[in-house]
């Protein structure tokens, strides 16, 4: 019978070592499950002598392609997939590292397997890394791996992982047709200002007609334009570079996360997207394992707004202080009213994780439903701007053609 030789955490953390006979690999792991142990490593006694691997160091992660959020779900999905299958972690981590079709993310997988083989658990490893695995990606592996439930914990991160990129693109979509609108407005404007115009001032000024008042006006637009265009564009840039670099500050990004909530249409979206993270977020931690105050810190660091993260934070420290979590969330207008029943059935019930579930599944539908509106919305709004400039640009070219056009034919006439 082969003899394995093994390295494996208990229930406490703790590394063991040794070997154990059994028919294959799976029954092995199997057999150290069954004893409290969570396999890192296993190998055949005869097969110990490994083929070189290609050296990882901490600057080849450097290069990388940025990871995608369907990369780290790819990386979730296919650990608790190999470990339901009772493949140990470092085998299934340097299988991922092989069929990876991210480079960089390739790198970075093989030295978190070069981690584990020296000692370090999951998320010890994966702390290394915090531009590639957040807090809530760290705090569930933490918690699987404290449960003892890892390829479960890792094939919920997943589904998490999923759904949001889902979201993301559901955002994206609706902002791809006002974005294109508002491109073919400003190229129609460059067209109309460099090129169409001056050809029409050349005729109006062989002609000695007054011009009629909103010609006038628009004439005056484009000429102050064209004397002063540097000043027009680079103020507008510097007012746009201004405002990112003001809310990418501390300060200034604690004011665009009070304020956009405000803006019309898209503060209600960003408002419904907020609460579904929320919920999904807590109710993954939950339902890992992860105590309740603990989890609401962890949501408040990866909300990825400082006006909600106080919210949170201030809920958890309610909940420290004996409250639970309805009453807490009720304090704060902010999460609607539906969301603190759904949360006060569920601690009536016990069930809590599910009534969460269901605050996602119910905010979900509700943001498709918007983002179609939203879309539907917009598109008559940017088609009646675009229409009253096309008006205002016809009247003012036009006007003085028909003037020059009448007294033609009144001075054919005589």
């Known amino acids: ?21 059994a028919q294959n690999q799976k029954e092995a792991v199997a057999h150290l499950r069954e004893r409290g142990f969570f396999v890192t490593s296993l190998s055949e006694e005869s097969s110990l002598v490994s083929s070189p691997r290609k050296e990882t160091t901490i600057f080849s992660s450097l290069r990388g392609d940025r990871v995608r959020l369907q990369d780290l779900a790819n990386f ?25 079709t991210n480079p960089g993310f390739a790198v970075t997988i093989e030295e978190i397997a070069s981690k584990i083989e020296r000692g370090y658990s999951l998320s010890q490893a994966l702390a290394d890394y915090p531009k590639t695995f957040n807090r ?27 759904w949001e990129k889902d979201l993301r693109d559901k955002v994206q979509s609706a902002t791809y047709y006002p974005m294109i609108l508002l491109v073919a407005m400003i190229a129609a404007s460059f067209f109309l200002v460099y090129f169409v115009f001056p050809q029409f001032v050349l005729l109006f000024e062989s002609f000695t007609i007054e011009l009629p008042l909103i010609t006038k006006l628009v004439l005056a637009f484009i000429r102050f334009i064209n004397a002063n265009w540097f000043l027009v564009y680079g103020s507008f840039l510097g007012a746009v570079v201004l405002f990112f670099l003001y809310v990418t500050s501390e300060r200034g990004r604690r004011w665009w996360d009070r304020k956009k909530y405000r803006l019309p249409l898209f503060g209600q979206l960003l408002h419904k997207l907020i609460i579904s993270r929320f919920a999904w977020i807590l109710n993954g931690l939950i339902r890992s394992g992860m105590p309740m105050v603990q989890a609401l810190e962890v949501v408040a660091t990866s909300l990825g707004d400082t006006y909600v993260q106080g919210m949170v934070l201030e809920i958890a420290e309610n909940i420290r202080r004996g409250r639970n979590l309805s009453q807490s969330i009720a304090q704060f207008p902010f999460f609607p009213p539906m969301v603190v029943q759904m949360a006060s059935v569920g601690e009536e019930s016990g069930n809590l994780e599910l009534t969460l579930n269901k605050v996602t599944e119910l905010y979900d539908k509700e943001i498709a439903l918007f983002v179609a509106r939203l879309s539907s919305t917009i598109e008559p709004i940017l088609t009646i701007i675009i229409g009253i400039g096309v008006f205002i640009v016809a009247l003012s070219l036009f006007l003085p053609i028909f003037e020059i056009a009448s007294k033609g034919m009144q001075g054919g006439g005589m």
Do not use: C, H
């Open 76 to 100: 979730a999905r296919g650990i608790a997939t190999m470990l339901e299958s009772g493949v140990p972690l470092l085998s299934a981590l340097r299988s991922i590292a092989k069929q990876t």
């Open 136 to 162: 809530v990606f760290l705090g569930m592996v933490q918690s699987g791996e404290a449960g003892g439930n890892l390829d479960w914990t890792l094939g919920r991160l997943a589904d998490y992982l999923e």
């Open 1 to 21: 019978m082969p003899v394995y030789t093994y390295k494996a955490r208990d229930r406490q953390g703790k590394i063991n070592e040794g070997t154990i006979e």
